[in-house]
């Protein structure tokens, strides 16, 4: 569970890298332009993009600063007014999935014959995309770590923004294993739609570093115990640093799959000595998304059905070492139980992992889980508004994005997830016509403003405008 700000895990979340889908220059300011004037027939799907944009233009209008894309922590449309605080690099990243979620439904319109949105919008929002890529350098940092199988120096990001570009504090608790994959999936989206090998050599990079916090001791029994931790600093375990791993790994396995790069896959042996082997890259990948698959599975799920936040329970939660051989390791922490709640996005990411894990393995327990887990997530999740009907509230307006994105991947083998998808449609359009102030929703769709929520996080005007693209996409893809 995120405690930092307003962190959810994210998932980043996660619909539509779409390497395959779940079926078999400098810019002006976004802000300087609107929705586009010449309009198609005014079809829901045409509404969705236009309320995306305008949504993601006032966002980067109100909490966006100067060419190196300062993001204010919160910005509250009655005063008009910006916090001092500046984001975190999760904050920052939900700036990267709006804009793959926009880049990605224009693609979309102009496939379907939209070309004017594609015509007037395509460039800029591209050019934006790579002004955020250049700038994410401002969190980055390096350091030495030491995990179960080596000691290495990384360059990986940090919860914090520096004033300078690479040099931000990573050590110990300032980086967490979550904020670097909600980038990867972000990262790859956006080779995806740019087919720059840049997003893809970071993506896979920050992938290796996440893998290598994966605990690989031994029970008993001889068999891994598995998991990552949320971070380096931490010994507690989560879904939020376990279940989005999973579908980028299905995604860099497709890649590599009639390539023949191999990669270290390191382990421990039954004597407690560190050994290494070469793989295959896209055996690798693959293996390594079913192990966290099951791992996620078979600690996390609950008997409500849904996912907790995190594994738990240590008698002493500070991070231990052995000697081995004379090497020095981080030594495994027994931990309890799941514990910490339920939270909408630590479902989502499963339902999507299970989704992408049945369509390049075609074993049927992945469609049977991705099923049943949608069916338990809306069951729990969706709470009925009384004296609304098809009205519904979710538990967390932010994250809450990662579970429509499970919707959605689910969907080809799953068409009940339509009817789940629609109080997304139903509570956003209500927000939108009734609570809009100065380009910004509230915090809570329904109830709208009060004194006590008129600051808003960025993440939630961005959370509903990549919502509203993808809502969009979805209906085109979907006719």
């Given at each position: 569970m995120k405690t930092r700000l307003l962190k959810l895990s994210s998932i980043g979340f996660l619909l539509s890298f779409v390497f395959i889908g779940c079926s078999k220059g400098k810019s002006s300011d976004p802000g300087t332009e609107g929705p586009d004037k010449g309009k198609p027939e005014e079809t829901t799907a045409w509404k969705n993009l236009d309320k995306a944009i305008a949504l993601t233009d006032k966002t980067f209008e109100h909490y966006f600063t100067g060419d190196n894309m300062s993001m204010a922590v919160s910005y509250n449309p009655f005063t008009r007014q910006r916090a001092n605080g500046l984001a975190t690099v999760w904050e920052y990243t939900f700036a990267l999935e709006t804009v793959n979620a926009v880049l990605q439904t224009l693609n979309t319109h102009k496939e379907k014959g939209n070309t004017a949105a594609y015509n007037t919008h395509y460039q800029r929002y591209s050019n934006l995309l790579y002004k955020l890529f250049d700038n994410l350098d401002f969190y980055e940092g390096s350091y030495e770590l030491t995990t179960f199988t080596q000691t290495r120096s990384w360059s990986i990001y940090a919860v914090q923004r520096a004033t300078s570009k690479g040099n931000a504090n990573v050590q110990g608790r300032e980086n967490v294993y979550d904020d670097q994959l909600w980038l990867i999936i972000e990262l790859m989206k956006s080779f995806k739609l740019t087919g720059d090998q840049r997003f893809l050599t970071k993506a896979e990079y920050l992938m290796q570093y996440v893998l290598d916090g994966w605990d690989p001791s031994l029970d008993a029994s001889g068999k891994e115990i598995g998991g990552i931790p949320w971070g380096p600093g931490y010994v507690t375990k989560h879904s939020a640093s376990n279940g989005p791993t999973i579908s980028p790994l299905v995604w860099l396995h497709e890649y590599y799959k009639n390539k023949p790069d191999e990669i270290t896959h390191r382990f421990i042996k039954a004597d407690k000595s560190r050994d290494a082997v070469q793989m295959k890259k896209s055996d690798y990948y693959l293996s390594f998304a079913e192990k966290l698959y099951a791992w996620q599975k078979n600690n996390m799920l609950l008997t409500n059905g849904v996912y907790a936040d995190m594994m738990g329970g240590c008698d002493d939660c500070s991070v231990k070492y052995e000697t081995v051989g004379g090497t020095t390791y981080r030594a495994h922490t027994p931990l309890k139980k799941a514990d910490g709640g339920e939270n909408s996005y630590n479902s989502g990411t499963m339902i999507s992992a299970a989704c992408d894990l049945y369509r390049v393995t075609s074993k049927a327990a992945y469609l049977s889980d991705l099923k049943t887990l949608c069916t338990k997530a809306y069951s729990f999740f969706a709470k009925p508004i009384a004296g609304r009907s098809g009205y519904y509230e979710f538990d967390d307006s932010k994250?809450?994005?990662?579970?429509?994105?499970?919707?959605?991947?689910?969907?080809?083998?799953?068409?009940?997830?339509?009817?789940?998808?629609?109080?997304?449609?139903?509570?956003?359009?209500?927000?939108?016509?009734?609570?809009?102030?100065?380009?910004?929703?509230?915090?809570?769709?329904?109830?709208?403003?009060?004194?006590?929520?008129?600051?808003?996080?960025?993440?939630?005007?961005?959370?509903?405008?990549a919502e509203f693209a993808l809502l969009s996409k979805f209906e085109l893809d979907n006719k």
């Open positions: 994250g809450t994005r990662v579970l429509l994105w499970g919707f959605m991947d689910a969907y080809p083998h799953n068409n009940v997830t339509k009817t789940y998808m629609s109080p997304f449609q139903v509570l956003l359009d209500y927000a939108y016509a009734l609570h809009l102030k100065d380009g910004v929703l509230p915090i809570y769709l329904y109830q709208g403003w009060d004194d006590n929520n008129k600051d808003v996080n960025g993440i939630y005007g961005l959370s509903y405008a």
